[in-house]
């Protein structure tokens, strides 16, 4: 088995409930081309191109899988040859839409498409289909939401590995040193620590620490300076690691402190409110709360999480307006912040995983600011 995806039974049991829920659906099948679906269903990491790469599964019937004959190679670390997965491959002036057609049984069919289609192949298979198809996300977002037991083994995999990464950036952040000197010594880590890429780096220190998707610059590091690090990557199967911890340059602040301690308290309250039948809005709005009671509802600028997976931001959200209730397996970060315009912002955030009580994180690193040494 290839390091890089599961064993295939796990797909072979992904791709009958996708065809049982496109029957349920009243879709003649689904169309997936390269992505993080296609990556769900088969283990195939293809890339999309100009030339059409398209798994084709009906809703009833055997898939098929239609690939450009010079990217046959593409297929080889997915699990389709274990599946048995019929392969059709074409060359340079053949039509990759009719077999699509064809593999669908060849009459217009009511067929959903991952969201990721690039509109070069929509247009085309649109015509040939006879009619528009809809976005496969409602058919797919139930699978994807709820992870099995292997996708959470690797998600606790992932959670650890950025850990290690967390427990190592106390000692990157030297006055003097830029934003962007910090990265690289985190990028070099998020890869020695296990996982196999960098997803984001966000090292946000002084005034950038209020701006919640700063990145990282040539700013240097200041004594007094607040620093926000949000790290992640992929580990193992594809699955993402996401976690933020803030750290203090020297002795933060009274005022500054004080403020941080309610937003721990907001993270963990969130934290506490998660388990199953509780809806996503409810998690927010209990993170949003606490927060408002100090007075610190403005700064609270973004949604309380996300959901994660092949996908660093996936369903479910937990957002405000999101009335989904949570089920036992669902994967997504609480990620509380507070940020002041020009001045210093703070966030924490961990993986948590619903269970069928409650939830359970996949970061231990400390909640509390951590403080490390000024000039």
């Not at 409110?273 to 408002?292: F, Y």
Request: glycine share 10%; net charge negative; with cysteine.
């Amino acid at each position: 088995m290839d390091s890089h995806r599961f064993d295939a039974s796990v797909y072979a049991r992904r791709l009958a409930s996708a065809a049982s829920a496109t029957a349920d659906a009243g879709l003649t099948g689904l169309v997936i081309t390269p992505g993080y679906d296609l990556r769900y269903l088969v283990g195939s990491r293809a890339q999309t191109h100009e030339r059409l790469t398209a798994l084709v599964l009906p809703a009833s019937g055997d898939p098929t899988v239609v690939v450009p004959r010079l990217e046959l190679a593409s297929l080889k670390e997915s699990a389709i040859a274990e599946l048995g997965v019929a392969v059709r491959d074409w060359v340079d002036g053949d039509d990759p839409y009719r077999l699509v057609s064809a593999a669908l049984g060849g009459a217009p069919a009511a067929t959903a498409v991952t969201d990721s289609m690039p509109a070069l192949h929509l247009l085309p298979l649109a015509e040939v289909l006879g009619l528009l198809p809809v976005l496969a996300t409602d058919i797919l977002r139930a699978l994807r939401m709820v992870k099995e037991e292997c996708e959470i083994d690797a998600l606790r995999k992932a959670g650890a590995a950025i850990d290690r990464v967390h427990a190592r950036v106390s000692e990157f952040l030297i006055p003097g040193r830029t934003e962007a000197d910090v990265a690289a010594d985190i990028a070099d880590a998020i890869v020695a620590e296990g996982h196999s890429e960098v997803a984001f780096i966000i090292v946000g220190s002084g005034p950038h620490s209020a701006d919640p998707h700063h990145g990282y610059s040539d700013r240097e590091l200041q004594s007094g300076d607040i620093v926000v690090v949000d790290i992640g990557g992929a580990y193992g199967a594809g699955y993402h690691s996401d976690s933020t911890r803030t750290y203090s340059i020297g002795q933060p602040d009274p005022d500054v402190a004080q403020q941080y301690s309610v937003l721990q308290q907001a993270q963990r309250a969130a934290f506490e409110a998660v388990r199953p039948g509780v809806t996503a809005e409810e998690v927010d709005a209990t993170a949003r709360d606490v927060l408002a009671r100090a007075g610190l509802a403005e700064a609270f600028v973004h949604r309380t999480g996300h959901g994660i997976g092949l996908s660093v931001h996936e369903e479910p959200y937990i957002v405000a307006g999101n009335d989904l209730p949570l089920t036992a397996g669902m994967a997504f970060s609480i990620e509380p912040g507070i940020y002041f315009p020009g001045h210093w912002g703070a966030r924490i955030e961990d993986i948590v995983i619903v269970t069928e009580d409650g939830a359970e994180a996949v970061n231990h690193r400390p909640h509390e600011l951590i403080v490390v040494p000024g000039a």
